[in-house]
C-alpha cells in the first residue's frame, strides 16, 4: 500500500516548488521507506529546480537528509525498522568496474530504490540525487541508509548525507591535503566551509577562504579559516600568492561551480598543486586555458564527486567526531524552517543570508 505524504516538488524549469501530495509505495526486495526527521536545502536542489542537473522534472528534491527506518523489503540487510540513519546518494554497487577494480568511492552504477514515488495522479517522480527527502517518507535503496549514533541530532546529522561531507571530503580525500599544506577555498557556503573544516582537520598550515561576501568570509574564519580574501574587492589570485609568499597554495577547491573561479582557482596553486572542483557546473559553461599553463604548472586537477566519500565508512565516522566535540556540525544549521518553506530558503541561499536552512518534519 502506497503512504500519502506532503513533499516539495519542482513541476518545471525556473517555476518556484510547491507542496504536492506524494505517493511513496511499501519498501520493496532491496529498499528501505525512511522517515524524514530533517533535510537541508543545498544549492544542488536549486540547480535542479533551474533545470540545471538535466530536464528530467517533475523532481522530488530534498537530499541532506537525517531519519528512521520504519520498514524494509525483503533480503534488506544493512538495516531495520527502528534505525536512525543519514541518507547517501552513493550506495555502492559492488559490481560495477570500478567497485571490481577496489574502488567502490567512484561506484559508476550507485543503487537507488526500483520503485517510482509518484504524484496523485500517478506521474513518476525524479527524486533528486536518487532521494528526495523533502518529504514526511521517502523510498530509498537500503544501502544508501546509513545507521548512525542517535545521539546527534537530525538537523545537524542530515548535512553529512551532502554538502558537509561533499566538502571534508574535497579536501581529506580528493584534495588529500596533508599536515603543513596551504590550502584555498573558492566560496564559502554550506560545502565551502566544510572544505575548510576537513582542511584544519587535516592539519592544513595556512586555510585561505574567499567569497564575495564578507558575511560568508566570517563565518569562515569559524570553522578555521586563517585568511580571508574578499572577491568582490580583491583579485583572489594576487590574494593567494601574496599569502603565500608569491607561490600559490598546494591544494585549491572551488566551491561555486563557476568557469571564472575555476579559472582563478586553477591560477592560484602553487607549481605542482592541486585544482579540486566540487562546485557543480551548468551544462552550458566551458574552460579555456592555455595548455602550456595547463602542462607548466603541473600537479592535479580534480572533479570531487561526493567527497570521493564511502558513506557506510565515513558517516559514522563524521557523525563521532561530531559527538566528541571534533567537528561542529551544528555551526552549519543557520535556521529551522518548515516543508513549505523551501522556496524562501532558495531566496536566502541566493541573497547570502544562510549556510544552511534545514526543513525539520
Ligand atoms: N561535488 C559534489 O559532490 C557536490 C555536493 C554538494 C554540493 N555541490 C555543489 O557545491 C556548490 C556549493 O554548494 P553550497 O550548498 O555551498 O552553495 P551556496 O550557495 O551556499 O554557496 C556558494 C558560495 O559561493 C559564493 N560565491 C558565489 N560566486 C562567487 C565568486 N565569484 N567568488 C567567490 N565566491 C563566490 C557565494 O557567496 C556563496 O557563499 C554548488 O555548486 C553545489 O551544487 C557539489
Ligand atoms: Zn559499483
Ligand atoms: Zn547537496
Avoid at 29 to 42: D, H, Y
Avoid at 49 to 59: K, L, Q, S, V
Avoid at 199 to 206: D, L, P, Q, T
Avoid at 209 to 219: G, H, S, T, Y
Amino acid at each position: 500500500m502506497a503512504h500519502e505524504v506532503r513533499g516539495v516538488v519542482a513541476r518545471e524549469k525556473g517555476a518556484p516548488v510547491s507542496i504536492e501530495t506524494v505517493l511513496v509505495p511499501d519498501p520493496g526486495p532491496g529498499e528501505a521507506l525512511v522517515r524524514v526527521q530533517a533535510c537541508g536545502v543545498c544549492h544542488t536542489d536549486l540547480h535542479y529546480r533551474e533545470g540545471a542537473i538535466n530536464d528530467e522534472f517533475p523532481f522530488l528534491l530534498g537530499h541532506e537528509a537525517a531519519g528512521v527506518v520504519e520498514a524494509v523489503g525483503d533480503g534488506v540487510g544493512e538495516v531495520e525498522p527502528g534505525d536512525y540513519v543519514i541518507l547517501a546518494w552513493r550506495a555502492p554497487c559492488g559490481r560495477c568496474r570500478s567497485c571490481r577494480r577496489g574502488r567502490p568511492w567512484h561506484c559508476f552504477d550507485s543503487r537507488n530504490a526500483r520503485q517510482s514515488m509518484t504524484l496523485a495522479d500517478g506521474t513518476p517522480l525524479s527524486p533528486a540525487l536518487g532521494i528526495g527527502a523533502f518529504a514526511e517518507r521517502t523510498l530509498v535503496a537500503s544501502g544508501q541508509a546509513v545507521k548512525v549514533d542517535p545521539a546527534a541530532r537530525p538537523e545537524a546529522a542530515g548535512l553529512v548525507g551532502c554538502g558537509v561531507m561533499a566538502g571534508l571530503g574535497a579536501a581529506m580525500l580528493t584534495g588529500n591535503v596533508q599536515r603543513g599544506d596551504t590550502v584555498a577555498v573558492f566560496g564559502c557556503g554550506g560545502v565551502g566551509d566544510a572544505a575548510v573544516a576537513g582542511a584544519r582537520i587535516a592539519g592544513a598550515s595556512k586555510i585561505i577562504a574567499i567569497d564575495l561576501d564578507p558575511r560568508k568570509l566570517e563565518w569562515a574564519r569559524e570553522f578555521g579559516a586563517t585568511d580571508t580574501i574578499d572577491a568582490s574587492t580583491a583579485d583572489p589570485v594576487e590574494g593567494v600568492r601574496a599569502l603565500t609568499d608569491g607561490n600559490g597554495a598546494d591544494v585549491c577547491i572551488e566551491a561555486v561551480g563557476h568557469p571564472e573561479v575555476a579559472k582563478q582557482a586553477f591560477f592560484a596553486r602553487d607549481l605542482a598543486g592541486t585544482l579540486v572542483q566540487v562546485g557543480v557546473p551548468d551544462p552550458t559553461m566551458t574552460i579555456e586555458l592555455p595548455m602550456i599553463e595547463f602542462f607548466g604548472r603541473g600537479g592535479a586537477l580534480k572533479p570531487s564527486w561526493y567527497g570521493d566519500c564511502l558513506p557506510s565508512r565515513d558517516f559514522p565516522m563524521l557523525i563521532d567526531m561530531y559527538l566528541g566535540g571534533r567537528l561542529d556540525l551544528d555551526r552549519f544549521v543557520s535556521e529551522t524552517i518548515a516543508l513549505d518553506e523551501v522556496e524562501d530558503a532558495f531566496h536566502k541561499m541566493e541573497r547570502g543570508q544562510v549556510l544552511r536552512s534545514v526543513v525539520v518534519l
